[in-house]
């Protein structure tokens, strides 16, 4: 099993209308809104790192008010 962690940026004011969605996608595991640099971060588990990368870069990335995204690999 793979997993990541996914650090999202949105646009202002965007993650409460954000949240729900990320936490709805097949490979998030979990999601929070946060303070600092990002405000969301999920964690993203599948098989496969291709599968988690999918994730962080189309699903997640691909949503209207998602800024920015980066994607930390776990390695333990």
Known sequence: MVHAFVMVKTAAGRSEDLIDSVRSLDR????HIVAGDFDIIAEAEADEVYD???AASS???GMEGVADTKTYMALD
Do not use: K
């Not at 998030?28 to 999601?31: G, Q, R, V």
């Open 28 to 31: 998030i595991s979990e999601a």
């Open 52 to 54: 988690v990368l999918h």
């Open 59 to 61: 699903d997640i990335s």
